[in-house]
């Protein structure tokens, strides 16, 4: 696990705000080991090409992931595929932030998200 993320590569700038998502985690899960697990958390940062997540657990880097976004001032929710670039502990917020790049997937939301997060202003209304 890395614990700085590489050097600015983003494409965009970052919009600062918090978010609700949903991640799917294809480990398995004591219970029932053929599911995979669900964990909610936040956005600390989002752009069209990537977000930057608070999470409880960390989590590796080239990892793939199925996001379920739902913006605060919007109805649609975003179903996004997305790869794990970075992970770092954060102390003073006891947990851990995680660098995701957002993929242009078939059958995800991708296009909808670019072009809504595109557009945004960084408020959240």
Wanted: aromatic share 6%; charged share 35%.
């Amino acid at each position: 696990m890395s614990n700085d993320p590489s050097p600015e590569r983003r494409r965009a700038p970052r919009i600062h705000r918090q978010e609700s998502v949903s991640i799917q985690l294809l480990l398995p899960c004591l219970e029932r080991p053929d599911a995979p697990r669900v964990v909610t958390c936040e956005t600390a940062d989002i752009s069209p090409h990537g977000l930057r997540l608070l999470l409880s657990e960390p989590v590796e880097p080239e990892r793939i992931l199925d996001l379920c976004i739902e913006l605060d001032d919007d109805p649609q929710r975003f179903l996004l595929t997305a790869e794990t670039r970075w992970c770092r502990r954060n102390d003073r917020l006891s947990c851990y932030e995680v660098g995701l790049f957002i993929h242009d997937s078939e059958g995800t939301d991708y296009r909808e998200w670019f072009e809504r997060v595109s557009t945004a202003d960084g408020s959240t209304e």
